[in-house]
């Protein structure tokens, strides 16, 4: 049975930085590229960030140069370092298990497995 699960989140002050873990079992998850997004009170789940099989790594607008994703396989876990962190960037925080690395990792509905979340507030 496949599960991921994140934490790292919290609460933290603007400016401040975070780092989320996403731990994934009942799978070698090496070979599979793997996305983080994040759900605002109110709002639709939004790509964040993505991360190949191979290391290269996609982002965001909104969070290009705050954000590094990084993998390592040896723990099964990929990890979503937020830094400069703003007030809009409150929301819980979802990685999930892209089937391809042809695929594109900022559509959502291609995502096969997902976590259940962890919470990221940032007071201002």
């Known amino acids: 049975q496949v599960q991921l699960v994140e934490s790292g989140g919290g609460l933290v002050q603007a400016g401040g930085s975070l780092r989320l873990s996403c731990v994934a079992s009942g799978r070698t998850f090496s070979s599979y590229p793997m996305g983080w997004f994040r759900q605002a009170p109110g709002k639709e789940r939004e790509f964040v960030g993505g991360?190949?099989?191979?290391?290269?790594?996609y982002y965001a607008d909104s969070v290009k140069g705050r954000v590094t994703i990084s993998r390592d396989s040896a723990k099964n876990t990929v990890y979503l370092q937020l830094n400069s962190l703003k007030p809009e960037d409150t929301a819980v925080y979802y990685c999930g298990v892209h089937p391809s690395d042809n695929g594109a990792l900022w559509r959502i509905y291609e995502y096969d497995y997902w976590g259940q979340g962890t919470q990221v507030t940032v007071s201002s």
């Open positions: 991360i190949w099989s191979g290391g290269s790594t």
